[in-house]
């Protein structure tokens, strides 16, 4: 059984950063691309960042240049480092991975005050 563990989240004014965290379980790690995603309220959920299994990192144009994705091997760890915020970043942010199916972590809340 995979699981998703996120942390980091919680209240911050504009401008400012949070590092969210993904703790993975249940497989191996190294071989999986990993993701974030966020749902803002009333709206669906939107993609934010990628980081296949080799590394390479793609980002959605709203964050591209704010926000940055990495992962530890080692620990099985995927990370999000947000700057920058802005109101609109406001949402409930989830881990993302693929194993033949997808798996999500239970999401941790993200609130920018104007």
């Known amino acids: 059984q995979v699981q998703l563990v996120e942390s980091g989240g919680g209240l911050v004014q504009a401008g400012g950063s949070l590092r969210l965290s993904c703790k993975v379980s249940?497989?191996?790690?190294?071989?999986?691309?990993m993701a974030w995603y966020r749902q803002a309220p009333d709206k669906q959920r939107e993609w934010v960042a990628t980081?296949?299994?080799?590394?390479?990192?793609s980002y959605a144009d709203s964050v591209k240049d704010r926000f940055a994705i990495s992962k530890d091997n080692t620990k099985g760890t995927v990370d999000l480092q947000m700057n920058n915020l802005k109101p609109e970043d406001t949402a409930v942010y989830f881990c993302?991975?693929?194993?033949?199916?997808?798996?999500w972590g239970q999401g941790t809340q993200v609130t920018v005050s104007s």
């Open positions: 993302w991975t693929n194993t033949g199916r997808p798996w």
């Open positions: 249940g497989t191996i790690f190294s071989m999986r691309p």
């Open positions: 980081i296949s299994s080799g590394g390479t990192t």
